[in-house]
Every structure is written in C-alpha cells, then in structure tokens.
C-alpha cells in the first residue's frame, strides 16, 4: 500500500546521457511535486503540477522536462546529464494547491549519480 | 526572497528535552512546516502553524511568532530513534500554490 513511490531507486549514468525518473501516488492528490535534494541536504523544489497542470516552475534548466500524463503520475527527464545533477530526487504529492494546510507526501526518493 | 535560517547541527540526552530554532524572512506567509527525514529516507510530516501559538503533538511540539519570524521545533523525552534532520519549511504564497521552500536542516543527535 505503497502511497508515493519511484523508480528507479538509484541511477548511475555517464556524463551527456539521457534518463528519466518516475513517479506514482495512489492517495488521489490533485498535485504532485519534483524536489532536489543536493549533497549538503538542502532540499529545494524543482516543479509542481495540480491536474496535469504545470504551476510552479522554478529556476531550473531546461534540460529537465516533467510530464504528467495523468494526476496520480509524474515523471522527470534529464537530458544532456552533467556532474553537477548528482543528487537525490524526491517526488512529493498533497492533497491540492489551495492555500490551506495541506501536507505534503514524500517518495523514498532517487538517488542520482552521473560519472 | 526568501531565507530561512536554522543550526546545522545539535547534540542531546535520551530523555531530554531539546528545541531547534528556525527563523524565516519571506515575501508573504501562508504556514510554516516541520518535517523528520532520517539518513537515507524521504522527509516527513511533523507539524504545521500557520496562526501564533503553539501546537502540540505528542512527544513533538512547533510554536510559530509571525511577527518575529521565528519558529521552534520542541522535542520531549528524547530517544534515540529521534536522532535526525529536522527541516524547517515555509509556504510564502497566499492565495493558491503549495511550494514550500526549505531550511537547510538541523541534525540533531541523541545520545546515551
């Protein structure tokens, strides 16, 4: 009964290559997120969509691309890896994007290594 | 922008009691998150303010001050299972959206 789940769990890739992590939650949340959690544990959000819909997209390259093909999905592609996307990638989702309390529930994460 | 500010690390007793400080500058404010995430795991939900005061939850208890931007995360009789990164994370938009923006975390340590 898994609630917010990824895969791969670890991913080791060459410099330059092209892969994707994937996200499912089965709490029936209208929003699912994309965080990085870099090597100091700062953790910092990436994306975020309610029903399919893009709404937060902060500051990040444009070799990363989020696809939401329905609510209870969200994945992320990196093309073009560089050293510098190791990292541990945490999907999140909550309940909606209004402004009341709303928790949000975390993957077991991705741990990326690019070599 | 926003800056959120806690200590990186502290150290305490099983059976103690200890309080990780987090103070927050941010353009608006809608709530102000605690979560647990130990080594290796995803990060989880603790607790939530977003009026002054203080919630208690258990063993666990987060007290906000708006007006100082500052919040605390209290922890009573400490266990080891409690040794941890606790993260502080504010939600600045009002009106809509859910981005939270997160401390850099406190680890905290329990020892015998």
């Known amino acids: 009964d898994t609630a917010v789940s990824q895969t791969p769990k670890y991913l080791v890739t060459q410099m330059g290559n092209d892969k994707s992590i994937k996200c499912e939650q089965n709490?029936?949340?209208?929003?699912m997120y994309w965080y990085k959690q870099d090597s100091k544990k700062f953790l910092k959000i990436m994306f975020s969509?309610?029903?399919?819909?893009?709404?937060i997209n902060e500051t990040v390259p444009n070799r990363f691309s989020p696809k939401s093909p329905d609510k209870a999905h969200l994945n992320l592609h990196i093309n073009s890896l560089e050293l510098g996307d190791s990292a541990v990638y945490f999907c999140?989702?909550?309940?909606?994007?209004?402004?009341?309390?709303?928790?949000?529930?975390f993957g077991p994460g991705t741990r990326l290594t690019v070599l | 922008g926003q800056n959120i500010d806690q200590p990186t690390e502290m150290t305490a007793t099983e059976g103690a009691i200890v309080q990780i400080n987090c103070t927050y500058q941010?353009?608006?404010?809608?709530?102000l998150f605690w979560y647990q995430q130990h080594a290796g795991e995803a990060p989880t939900f603790l607790s939530y303010?977003?009026?002054?005061g203080l919630e208690e939850k258990g063993r666990f208890s987060s007290f906000l001050s708006r007006s100082k931007g500052y919040s605390y995360l209290l922890l009573k009789e400490l266990q080891m299972k409690d040794s941890a990164s606790y993260l502080c994370a504010v939600r600045p938009i009002t009106g809509g959206g859910n981005k939270l923006t997160f401390g850099t975390g406190t680890q905290l340590k329990v020892e015998l």
């Open positions: 999140a989702s909550s309940q909606d994007a209004g402004p009341s309390y709303n928790e949000q529930f």
């Open positions: 709490l029936g949340h209208d929003t």
């Open positions: 969509y309610n029903n399919k819909e893009l709404i």
């Open positions: 303010n977003v009026l002054d």
């Open positions: 941010t353009s608006g404010f809608n709530g």
